[in-house]
């Protein structure tokens, strides 16, 4: 398996355009993780989910933030409008439900200007 | 809710011995994971303990007390390269199961 893929890897948009970013979790995992990282606020759980159902978004900071996932191989998080705080390093990751590991993508840098 | 709470930054010495601790409250708790991060890059899972007592994964050893809401992540033989970030992480069942990190603890090996 190629591991969690997420795209795009670095993204730099204006403030108030609409982000997009995709995540492919491994093939058979049935929990998907979106965690924002920041220097100021570390790595903070965002959503996730279980068999693509939204389990826990009390971690979305804004109404600004919305995140799917339509299949088990395929989830986004959609920021709109975007603002220069939205700036961070965004992960996806995916686990089975027992077990210990997550795993991460590479991440997208998002730099709002 | 959760919270964690570990070191900020530790120093040590190539070949030295690092130990990295832990403290965690949650009401849902199942496990303790720890993960590191070298800049620029994603975070790679090292060991979890679900049980007290110690793990050990070649130079890596974690332990866990749950009864004190503690672990550690213990380093031997540092090596350069293990200069990166060591995040514990709370694996808690409340509403699901979920991973909630803690702040990090950045640790320079020096020469």
């Known amino acids: 398996d190629a591991g969690v893929i997420q795209s795009p890897r670095h993204e730099v948009t204006e403030m108030g355009q609409e982000v997009t970013l995709r995540c492919k979790p491994i093939?058979?995992?049935?929990?998907l993780f979106w965690y924002r990282q920041t220097m100021m606020r570390g790595l903070e759980l965002l959503i996730y989910?279980?068999?693509?159902?939204?389990?826990?978004d009390s971690g979305m900071p804004e109404d600004r933030f919305s995140a799917k996932m339509p299949n088990a191989s395929f989830s986004t998080l959609k920021i709109q409008p975007s603002e220069p705080r939205d700036s961070a390093v965004y992960f996806c990751?995916?686990?089975?439900?027992?077990?210990?590991?997550?795993?991460f993508g590479q991440g997208t840098r998002l730099t709002v200007v | 809710g959760q919270s964690l709470e570990q070191p900020s930054e530790v120093t040590a010495v190539e070949g030295a011995i690092v130990q990295i601790n832990c403290t965690y409250q949650?009401?849902?708790?199942?496990?303790l994971s720890w993960y590191q991060q070298h800049d620029g890059g994603a975070p790679t899972f090292l060991s979890y303990?679900?049980?007290?007592g110690l793990e050990e994964t070649g130079r890596f050893s974690s332990f866990l007390s749950r009864s004190d809401s503690y672990g550690y992540l213990l380093l031997q033989e540092l090596q350069m390269k293990d200069s990166a970030s060591y995040f514990c992480?709370?694996?808690?069942?409340?509403?699901?199961?979920?991973?909630?990190f803690g702040a990090g603890t950045r640790l320079f090996v020096k020469a």
């Open positions: 990751a995916s686990s089975t439900l027992g077990g210990a590991e997550a795993f």
């Open positions: 093939s058979g995992h049935d929990y």
């Open positions: 989910f279980n068999n693509n159902v939204p389990i826990d």
């Open positions: 949650t009401s849902g708790f199942y496990g």
């Open positions: 303990n679900a049980l007290d």
């Open positions: 992480a709370v694996r808690d069942n409340t509403g699901g199961f979920k991973t909630i």
